[in-house]
């Protein structure tokens, strides 16, 4: 008998062995990854915003120098010009309009969807078909549309010259631009909404229709509640796009497009970024170098990180519960 | 059970409503692509010239054009040059040589091999991280949950810039390796979803399967991977897709690699040289065509899986 459980231990213990060296073997790449993709990344970018590189004379390598808060300085010049508080504005109009128009579509939508009402199925695929077809490919019919058949149509109507929308004016451009995001921003709202709206329990709705509720109650003091942290999340997740959402306008305007009359924050990064002829070494105005960008994605992030972090905590704490 | 369902949908003026929106938005969606798929079919002069910008395709002037032209052009002469790989590494001394031609082939080849490394290194990253912290009741398991979820949490903008500066000195930018290492990463939504899951996997399995003494590789590949094949190919799938249509990640961080949808990009960006073989609207909506379809044959053959609930369980901690 003993001689069985020791035997028994030894297997217990062999079995552990095992599941520690799996463990260990299993998660170490991902660490090594996660060290040096993020925390090192994050890291250095940080680094970065503090230096400044120069070329060397001899076209050989650069020279590396801390300038301390120089980068933040142009970054704060930058932060304060008319044209990043345009850019500010354009966003939190976004945003704006997915709060208020878009969120609660979503939920409307989805509503009808959990509730499996007339023709949902398909209405659920359709919803989600401009996320298959690709935001890109939708951007580009959406320009062709609004330029050559837009200006197809008027040129029969009337003998001037028409421009199409997202080449005509400012607001006209900046609304057509708006339109589009609108349109092709349900799909993954209302996927996660309609999931984890489908799981609500059957008699917990029957129980509040006996008492007479009607749809419009019923989404709101059920439905809401029940997919509130969800909600949470793509609102929070929202306010960062404040800054990183590029409104499809690289799709529309490229790298050198339209003299970007209608700017964000994230078409801007991206565009500077991607753009062969930024890198490390100052650049010419209105350019930035990689430093000069790094400690601008800094100072944004040392404002966007708290003001999420507080808004998820004070939804969290006023929001409504599953009662 | 379907009488109580039934009994729960009334239908008054506000599910109407809803209907009415809904309706209206999907022919808004579907007639959009209806018209694009019209478009790749005429000749760029019926649609141009002759200001057929709504119409069938008009078979006086389409006629050579009207049966799939404007695709065989892409397939045979489309070419894309990269220009952005330029980059002196100051570690490795590597040179990207700009200035390579891709043609059509060239870039499908490009998109698969991104689409099925994004897909399936992603995916299986974040799989291998949500076992190892719901199964193992290591401490590092929760502090690795606890870690992940501050990172999703937390917006960190304007990282590019590092990324691409990393990226060159590890000699990684532009390659195969940069793809996979970059993707094997397990942060994101991906690893709560398999998180969820594997918590309300039974723990029967595995400890029948220790006891017979089968390793622990054998576990993962013969019960767990079988057992959350429904979700691992729901998330393949959605990333596959995601990555199928991406053309800003690759042009960043792999531009002498291009994609089929950077090509695509690149055709609507370059409309004004006259001489570029496929400069016509009717061309590039024919290459809006050619990126989408598989998408949606894809969509369609499999969209019980995609749509299928998602869930990443209870989110807090």
Same mark, same amino acid.
């Given at each position: 008998?003993?001689?069985? *459980?020791?035997?028994?231990?030894?297997?217990?213990?062999?079995?552990?062995?095992?599941?520690?060296?799996?463990?260990?073997?299993?998660?170490?790449?991902?660490?090594?990854?996660?060290?040096?993709?993020?925390?090192?990344?994050?890291?250095?970018?940080?680094?970065?915003?503090?230096?400044?590189?120069?070329?060397?004379?001899?076209?050989?390598?650069?020279?590396?120098?801390?300038?301390?808060?120089?980068?933040?300085?142009?970054?704060?010049?930058? =932060?304060?010009?008319?044209?990043?508080?345009?850019?500010?504005?354009?966003? =939190?109009?976004?945003?704006?309009?997915?709060?208020?128009?878009?969120?609660?579509?979503?939920?409307?939508?989805?509503?009808?969807?959990?509730?499996?009402?007339?023709?949902?199925?398909?209405?659920?695929?359709?919803?989600?078909?401009?996320? $298959?077809?690709?935001?890109?490919?939708?951007?580009?019919?959406?320009?062709?549309? #609004?330029?050559?058949?837009?200006?197809?149509?008027?040129?029969?109507?009337?003998?001037? #010259?028409?421009? *199409?929308?997202?080449?005509?004016?400012?607001?006209?451009?900046?609304?057509?631009?708006?339109?589009?995001?609108?349109?092709?921003?349900?799909?993954?709202?209302?996927?996660?909404?309609?999931?984890?709206?489908?799981?609500?329990?059957?008699?917990?709705?029957?129980?509040?229709?006996?008492?007479?509720?009607?749809?419009?109650?019923?989404?709101?003091?059920?439905?809401?509640?029940?997919?509130?942290?969800?909600?949470?999340?793509?609102?929070?997740?929202?306010?960062?796009? $404040?800054?990183?959402?590029?409104?499809? =306008?690289?799709?529309?305007?490229?790298?050198?497009?339209?003299?970007?009359?209608?700017?964000?924050?994230?078409?801007?990064?991206?565009?500077?970024?991607?753009?062969?002829?930024?890198?490390?070494?100052?650049?010419?105005?209105?350019?930035?170098?990689?430093?000069?960008?790094?400690?601008?994605?800094?100072?944004?992030?040392?404002?966007?990180?708290?003001?999420?972090?507080?808004?998820?905590?004070?939804?969290?704490?006023?929001?409504?519960? #599953?009662? | 059970?379907?009488?109580?369902?039934?009994?729960?949908?009334?239908?008054?003026?506000?599910?109407?409503?809803?209907?009415?929106?809904?309706?209206?938005?999907?022919?808004?969606?579907?007639?959009?692509?209806?018209?694009?798929?019209?478009?790749?079919?005429? &000749?760029?002069?019926?649609?141009?010239?002759?200001?057929?910008?709504?119409?069938?395709?008009?078979?006086?002037?389409?006629?050579?054009?009207?049966?799939?032209?404007?695709?065989?052009?892409?397939?045979?002469?489309?070419?894309?040059?990269?220009?952005?790989?330029?980059?002196?590494?100051?570690?490795?001394?590597? /040179?990207?040589?700009?200035?390579?031609?891709?043609?059509?082939?060239?870039?499908?080849?490009?998109?698969?091999?991104? &689409?099925?490394?994004?897909?399936?290194?992603?995916?299986?990253?974040?799989?291998?991280?949500?076992?190892?912290?719901?199964?193992?009741?290591?401490?590092?398991?929760?502090?690795?949950?606890?870690?992940?979820?501050?990172? +999703?949490?937390?917006?960190?903008?304007?990282?590019?810039?590092?990324?691409?500066?990393?990226?060159?000195?590890?000699?990684?930018?532009?390659?195969?390796?940069?793809?996979?290492?970059?993707?094997?990463?397990?942060?994101?939504?991906?690893?709560?979803?398999?998180?969820?899951?594997?918590?309300?996997?039974?723990?029967?399995?595995?400890?029948?399967?220790?006891?017979?003494? &089968?390793?622990?590789?054998?576990?993962?590949?013969?019960?767990?991977?079988?057992?959350?094949?429904?979700?691992?190919?729901?998330?393949?799938?959605?990333?596959?897709?995601?990555?199928?249509?991406?053309?800003?990640?690759?042009?960043?961080?792999?531009?002498?690699?291009?994609?089929?949808?950077?090509? /695509?990009?690149? +055709?609507?960006?370059?409309?004004?040289?006259?001489?570029?073989?496929?400069?016509?609207?009717?061309?590039?909506?024919?290459?809006?065509? /050619?990126?989408?379809?598989?998408?949606?044959?894809?969509?369609?053959?499999?969209?019980?899986? /995609?749509?299928?609930?998602?869930?990443?369980?209870?989110?807090?901690?």
């Amino acid at each position: 008998m003993e001689i069985v *459980g020791t035997e028994k231990k030894k297997k217990m213990g062999k079995i552990h062995a095992s599941r520690m060296k799996f463990y260990v073997l299993m998660f170490l790449p991902l660490i090594i990854q996660f060290l040096i993709f993020y925390v090192y990344l994050n890291f250095s970018s940080i680094v970065l915003a503090f230096q400044k590189y120069t070329k060397n004379i001899n076209g050989l390598g650069h020279t590396v120098d801390f300038v301390w808060f120089k980068n933040f300085a142009t970054a704060f010049d930058f =932060l304060f010009s008319a044209r990043a508080g345009e850019m500010l504005g354009n966003s =939190l109009i976004l945003y704006a309009v997915n709060l208020i128009i878009v969120t609660s579509l979503a939920l409307f939508f989805s509503y009808y969807i959990a509730k499996k009402y007339m023709l949902s199925g398909l209405f659920r695929v359709i919803l989600y078909l401009p996320t $298959i077809v690709s935001g890109t490919v939708m951007a580009i019919l959406y320009q062709y549309i #609004v330029t050559d058949v837009y200006i197809g149509i008027a040129s029969t109507f009337t003998d001037e #010259v028409v421009l *199409g929308l997202l080449d005509s004016s400012k607001t006209s451009e900046f609304l057509t631009i708006l339109i589009f995001n609108v349109w092709v921003g349900f799909g993954a709202n209302v996927m996660i909404y309609t999931g984890t709206m489908s799981g609500i329990n059957e008699s917990l709705v029957e129980s509040a229709q006996l008492e007479g509720v009607n749809s419009l109650q019923e989404l709101w003091y059920i439905y809401i509640p029940l997919i509130y942290p969800t909600l949470i999340t793509f609102i929070v997740t929202g306010m960062t796009g $404040i800054f990183t959402n590029q409104m499809s =306008l690289f799709t529309f305007y490229g790298q050198t497009g339209s003299n970007f009359e209608v700017d964000v924050f994230g078409y801007y990064f991206y565009r500077l970024t991607q753009d062969a002829s930024v890198n490390l070494y100052p650049q010419a105005k209105p350019m930035y170098s990689y430093p000069e960008l790094s400690a601008l994605g800094l100072i944004i992030t040392l404002i966007v990180a708290p003001i999420t972090l507080i808004t998820r905590k004070l939804m969290e704490k006023y929001g409504p519960s #599953v009662d | 059970m379907s009488k109580i369902k039934r009994k729960n949908r009334k239908i008054n003026f506000f599910t109407i409503c809803i209907c009415v929106i809904l309706a209206l938005y999907s022919v808004s969606i579907i007639s959009v692509l209806i018209w694009a798929l019209i478009t790749s079919l005429k &000749a760029s002069v019926d649609f141009g010239i002759l200001g057929n910008v709504l119409g069938f395709p008009d078979l006086k002037y389409s006629a050579d054009e009207v049966r799939l032209a404007n695709y065989f052009r892409i397939f045979s002469k489309f070419t894309i040059v990269t220009g952005n790989a330029t980059y002196f590494s100051d570690l490795f001394g590597r /040179i990207v040589i700009p200035g390579q031609r891709v043609d059509f082939f060239g870039l499908i080849f490009n998109t698969i091999i991104y &689409a099925v490394v994004c897909s399936f290194v992603h995916s299986f990253a974040t799989m291998v991280a949500g076992y190892l912290c719901a199964k193992f009741k290591y401490k590092f398991s929760g502090f690795v949950y606890n870690l992940l979820l501050i990172v +999703m949490i937390i917006p960190i903008i304007g990282t590019g810039p590092a990324t691409l500066v990393l990226l060159r000195n590890l000699g990684l930018y532009s390659t195969y390796a940069g793809m996979i290492i970059l993707n094997l990463n397990c942060t994101g939504m991906y690893f709560f979803v398999y998180y969820a899951f594997m918590k309300g996997l039974s723990d029967t399995y595995i400890e029948a399967a220790e006891i017979d003494g &089968a390793s622990q590789l054998t576990i993962f590949f013969k019960i767990i991977v079988p057992l959350s094949s429904k979700i691992l190919f729901t998330v393949v799938l959605i990333a596959f897709i995601g990555s199928w249509n991406d053309y800003q990640t690759p042009l960043l961080y792999y531009p002498d690699k291009p994609t089929l949808a950077y090509g /695509i990009y690149y +055709m609507s960006n370059n409309t004004s040289d006259a001489t570029y073989e496929t400069s016509q609207l009717t061309q590039r909506v024919a290459g809006c065509m /050619i990126l989408a379809l598989p998408m949606v044959l894809l969509f369609t053959l499999c969209q019980d899986i /995609i749509l299928g609930n998602l869930s990443m369980g209870g989110l807090k901690e």
